[in-house]
């Protein structure tokens, strides 16, 4: 096999070919772009690729792997070669890189690329997230700008604020400086409340969000991130290894029979474990009795209730997996049953 790396920018990409046995056979620079890397690997022998992870890689990813070749997505910041060397221009970086390819691809710690259905989903659950963002940033500056001209509004819903806007206590002329912000609050308002009942019928249009949405916590959002960031349930061989791949384990540094255990390593995608940690203090709220909820007050009398939230983000995550996997549903006493 042949090994190659690429060092890819937004308008050009650097490429360095190596021999089985790693002498350079070829340098070159090519167009960031799918005609440019067809043109390049159509047709050529199997090839296992590395690349840096970016923001283009997953297309390119996906588009060698059509194309028949091994590819190898890598953790800029794993590659302390590259990034701590004093030598450094995008020839010797794709060179790294294609020598790199040479060892055990497990040892790079590869970057898992989703497919073009599971991108697409988290392209949609990140829309209404920016949308959400902007609406809490404007909401920010129009409360802030009332309570400096001393007219603070009182809180309220957020879906509620440009009525509470409209019918408070406002100077007309600050409310006529205020009112393309606010209008533009309400714009916003109407585009997350479509985007989101989108979303709220795909969730109950699939059986698996369905059966993942019995789990105490567990709503369309949640669900829904979470099928989007696993994405292949072949992902993980083992369920428990959800939860290290998020950021939920604590960190270890073991030597010489001296173990030290730390904080969560916070790992991972961010959003996908903040949202579970809302859904461990959600299944912590509801009144209904499961053994799942009984376990998570157990530890909060021993260990706390923020370690417990944490841990029982962490079974959430492994409990949403196994269902997956299995193809059995929720059953708030397991034992019993």
Avoid at 2 to 17: F, K, N, P, Q, T
Avoid at 68 to 76: A, C, S
Avoid at 141 to 157: E, F, K
């Amino acid at each position: 096999m042949r090994h190659c790396g690429i060092d890819v920018h937004a308008r050009a990409s650097e490429l360095c070919e190596l021999s089985a046995s790693g002498k350079v056979i070829r340098r070159e620079r090519m167009a960031t772009t799918r005609a440019g890397f067809r043109r390049r690997f159509e047709g050529a022998a199997r090839t296992r690729i590395v690349v840096e992870c970016g923001g283009s890689t997953p297309w390119i990813a996906r588009l060698l792997e059509d194309l028949g070749h091994e590819v190898v997505v890598v953790n800029p910041r794993r590659v302390r070669l590259i990034a701590e060397s004093t030598l450094k221009c995008d020839r010797i970086d794709a060179e790294i890189l294609a020598r790199l390819s040479r060892l055990d691809p497990e040892l790079l710690r590869p970057v898992y690329q989703r497919s073009y259905e599971g991108q697409l989903l988290r392209t949609r659950l990140r829309l209404r997230s920016s949308l959400v963002q902007a609406r809490a940033a404007l909401i920010n500056q129009v409360r802030g700008t009332l309570r400096a001209h001393g007219a603070p509004m009182s809180s309220c819903a957020t879906k509620a604020f440009v009525a509470r806007f409209a019918t408070g206590p406002t100077p007309k002329d600050l409310r006529e400086v205020l009112e393309p912000l606010v209008g533009a609050i309400g714009e916003l308002t109407d585009r997350i409340e479509v985007v989101e009942r989108q979303l709220v019928e795909e969730s109950h249009s699939d059986e698996l969000l369905e059966r993942l949405q019995d789990v105490p916590g567990v709503g369309p959002l949640v669900s829904l991130s979470f099928v989007a960031w696993v994405d292949r349930a072949e992902r993980f061989t083992k369920s428990r290894d959800v939860g290290a791949c998020l950021g939920l384990r604590p960190s270890l540094r073991e030597s010489g029979g001296v173990s030290r255990r730390g904080s969560i390593t916070r790992e991972g995608d961010t959003n996908m474990r903040w949202l579970l940690v809302q859904a461990a203090h959600a299944a912590l709220a509801v009144r209904r009795d499961s053994a799942l909820k009984r376990w998570a007050e157990a530890l909060v009398t021993r260990v706390g209730k923020k370690r417990a939230v944490v841990a029982l983000a962490r079974k959430l995550a492994v409990l949403l997996h196994t269902l997956w996997v299995t193809g059995d549903s929720y059953r708030a006493f397991p034992a019993a049953a």
